[in-house]
T-cell receptor
Framework: AQSVTQLGSHVSVSEGALVLLRCNYS??????LFWYVQYPNQGLQLLLK??????LVKGINGFEAEFKKSETSFHLTKPSAHMSDAAEYFC???????????FGAGTILRVKS | GAVVSQHPSRVICKSGTSVKIECRSL??????MFWYRQFPKQSLMLMAT?????????EQGVEKDKFLINHASLTLSTLTVTSAHPEDSSFYIC?????????????FGSGTRLTVV
């Protein structure tokens, strides 16, 4: 069965600093990978996803992630943090088209002014 | 883009009563919808997969008789929490899969905060 591990339940960065949120997955077959953002008391908004093709995926709000099969990783980055990026971020994996998503435990990003 | 509307956003009910949560896909037909539960400061746990016109598939450990799921049309799925108890208090989120070819797009509702008193 597939699983997702997000290293660091809380990450704190200064405004303007690099954001790096880590995600490792476990899957016996090529995965589909997602990053979602959740603001308090709201649903999830898709930041980006990897299905096939280019391993560097660009998403909304300046975020990007790189699929590294050899490292089973899909880390999320953003060159310069903004206060509005403060939220909880979830990495998710699906191993079959249209199949359910399995979520990581989430990482709360705090941005300091 | 795809929009999923979830209602109500907040509900408070008395212990022993039932609560219905609706999830609608507004601009696409969703043959498959998913229901998640999220405890405070925790991740989303899949409760069940709802397929239009057939019985829902529940995850292990989820009580089918307590969490009734109905997906009677291509745009509406409902989750009914029956005989609710305080331990059922949680944040419930639905998700619909866009059936577009190769989309792998899952759109989430805004969630329902259920408080059982």
């Amino acid at each position: 069965a597939q699983s997702v591990t997000q290293l660091g339940s809380h990450v704190s960065v200064s405004e303007g600093a690099l954001v790096l949120l880590r995600c490792n997955y476990s899957s016996s077959v090529p995965p589909y990978l997602f990053w979602y953002v959740q603001y308090p008391n709201q649903g999830l908004q898709l930041l980006l996803k990897y299905t096939t093709g280019a391993t560097l995926v660009k998403g909304i709000n300046g975020f990007e992630a790189e699929f590294k099969k050899s490292e089973t990783s899909f880390h999320l980055t953003k060159p310069s943090a903004h206060m509005s990026d403060a939220a909880e971020y979830f990495c998710a994996v699906s191993v079959e088209y249209g199949n359910k998503l399995v979520f990581g435990a989430g990482t709360i990003l705090r941005v300091k002014s | 883009g795809a929009v999923v509307s979830q209602h109500p956003s907040r509900v408070i009910c008395k212990s022993g009563t039932s609560v219905k949560i609706e999830c609608r896909s507004l601009d696409f037909q969703a043959t498959t919808m998913f229901w998640y539960r999220q405890f405070p400061k925790q991740s989303l746990m899949l409760m069940a997969t709802s397929n239009e016109g057939s019985k829902a598939t529940y995850e292990q450990g989820v009580e089918k008789d307590k969490f009734l799921i109905n997906h009677a049309s291509l745009t509406l799925s409902t989750l009914t929490v029956t005989s609710a108890h305080p331990e059922d208090s949680s944040f419930y989120i639905c998700s619909a899969r866009d059936p577009g070819p190769g989309s792998m797009r899952y759109t989430f509702g805004s969630g329902t905060r259920l408080t059982v008193v």
